[in-house]
């Protein structure tokens, strides 16, 4: 039914994008520093949120199986795959009306504090490859672009700086930036871009050693350690970097080191070592790494972080990328996001900072049993779906990449309480049918929340280069407890 090994075509295109990608990563290295374009004049909007912590669902999250349940089709041998829509039943939550899929029964109970976007829609790119449209979510640009693209935590960073000079402003948890097939592919949107390495993310790949990485080394006096980050400055200036790049991100990158020196010589850098946490506390967190990674970006959020993601870490045909075994999979990924996400918002809210923290809850695209990408773009697919039928239960779950509609959470920052926003259809093709949130809208709403107007944009080449696509992006007002027209 499902085949887990890339097709030629895919492994050519994916060679293709990662060439593009890697033109425009030279090309933005040798430019001046970025200036604020002002062809109009911009006003911030008034923040609701201070931090941003985003729990990317790497992989394909499908909607049906978790925040927008449909009909509920048991396991049985023979029953048809265009049957099913859901392979989860639907569970209530603690508003209601509002149901989920079960097997997150603990986000049920704080579903009070936010709201469910359903019609996140995705656009039809050519090619359904994750690294496109995890490169378009982060980013909020189609790729390729003829500059690096900034991921939204590098917008925030550089446009509204660090909340503590010591803490990183921008930090990224759990995903592994090597040994897998498309680790360049996830290189070229986990990054500052045109902005600058000092806006670029400190990555921890696990968070569990999140504290070796804020530590000097074993042994290192502060004089020797003082020392030898001297020398480094000395030999940045000396080296052939700049012939490469140009002055703005040649001092970027020192910029950078000196954040990263304040750090390791600052008592902050407790905020990383989770084994501070009482061991019920760390219990209540630990379902694996993401939900260490959920405690580490509690933490972080407390001691200044200005934006934080979390990922369950995509890597092909692993954890969400569901293309076989989806059922037993989503089992599985349910029991690891479920009580840590849960813990995240009561913690934050037991705080008082869930206010003034936005927590959202994404993914690239949703997942179908038998439409590829957008309907009607692959007929014979569909048909040959048609005849397909259950036969083991590897064969049960939602394996297709699905663009018509997909959805996202966010709590706190100040977004409506048990809000579900938008509605997709209840029958085949699972379209959205009422209120889309395109990404463009999707990230100027988050940057709406942080005090960004979707027009800042900077200017890149004699030409603005927008914090969302073209400038065009409208916060998606409905989402806030209070009107903002």
Not at 348 to 361: F, S, Y
Not at 427 to 452: C, N, Q, Y
Request: glycine share 8%.
């Amino acid at each position: 039914m499902n085949n887990n090994n890339p097709t030629t075509d895919e492994i050519m295109q994916r060679r293709r994008f990662l060439a593009q990608l890697a033109g425009a990563g030279i090309t933005t290295l040798g430019m001046n520093e970025p200036r604020a374009f002002s062809a109009e004049k911009i006003e911030q909007p008034k923040a609701t949120a201070d931090c941003c912590i985003l729990l990317w669902m790497g992989g394909g999250m499908a909607g049906p199986e978790t925040f927008d349940p449909k009909r509920y089709t048991p396991y049985e041998v023979g029953v048809r795959s265009e049957s099913i829509l859901s392979t989860f039943p639907s569970i209530p939550t603690v508003v209601d009306g509002v149901r989920i899929s079960q097997g997150l029964e603990n986000v049920a109970k704080v579903m009070d504090r936010g709201t469910i976007v359903r019609s996140h829609r995705m656009p039809d790119l050519g090619t359904i490859l994750h690294s496109r449209h995890q490169y378009h979510w982060h980013t909020g640009y189609v790729p390729p672009q003829t500059v690096a693209a900034p991921h939204i935590g590098a917008w925030m960073a550089k446009v509204l700086g660090q909340r503590n000079p010591a803490i990183p402003a921008f930090i990224n948890i759990g995903q592994k930036l090597e040994g897998h097939g498309e680790s360049e592919e996830l290189k070229a949107f986990t990054t500052s871009g045109f902005l600058g390495g000092e806006y670029g993310p400190f990555n921890i790949p696990f968070p569990m050693e999140a504290a070796n990485s804020v530590r000097p080394p074993k042994g290192m006096t502060p004089q020797r350690f003082e020392a030898r980050m001297a020398r480094w400055r000395e030999m940045v200036q000396r080296s052939h970097i700049g012939d490469k790049t140009s002055d703005y991100h040649r001092d970027s990158i020192v910029r950078s080191m000196e954040n990263a020196y304040r750090l390791l010589s600052s008592p902050e850098r407790t905020a990383f070592e989770l084994e501070r946490e009482p061991k019920e506390v760390y219990d209540n967190y630990n379902t694996g790494r993401f939900g260490q990674g959920c405690l580490l970006a509690r933490r972080l959020a407390e001691s200044g972080a200005r934006f934080i993601e979390v990922t369950t870490e995509y890597v092909p045909f692993l954890h969400w990328d569901t293309h076989e075994n989806g059922h037993a999979t989503l089992t599985n990924m349910k029991q690891q996001i479920d009580r840590p996400i849960a813990q995240l918002v009561l913690d934050l809210e037991k705080r008082g900072m869930l206010d003034r923290t936005l927590v959202v809850l994404a993914t690239e695209f949703s997942r179908d049993m038998m439409i590829e990408g957008v309907p009607g773009s692959n007929a014979s697919d569909q048909s040959r779906a048609k005849s397909d039928v259950l036969k083991e239960p590897k064969h049960y779950g939602l394996h297709r990449h699905f663009t018509g509609s997909c959805s996202a959470v966010l709590f706190g920052g100040g977004v409506r309480k048990g809000h579900v926003h938008g509605v997709t259809a209840d029958e085949r093709p699972l379209i959205v049918t009422k209120d889309p949130v395109s990404i463009p809208d999707m990230h100027a709403t988050i940057f709406t929340a942080m005090g960004i107007s979707p027009k800042t944009a900077f200017d890149i080449e004699k030409r603005p280069f927008y914090a969302t696509e073209d400038g065009k992006g409208k916060s998606v007002d409905a989402i806030f407890q209070k009107s903002r027209s």
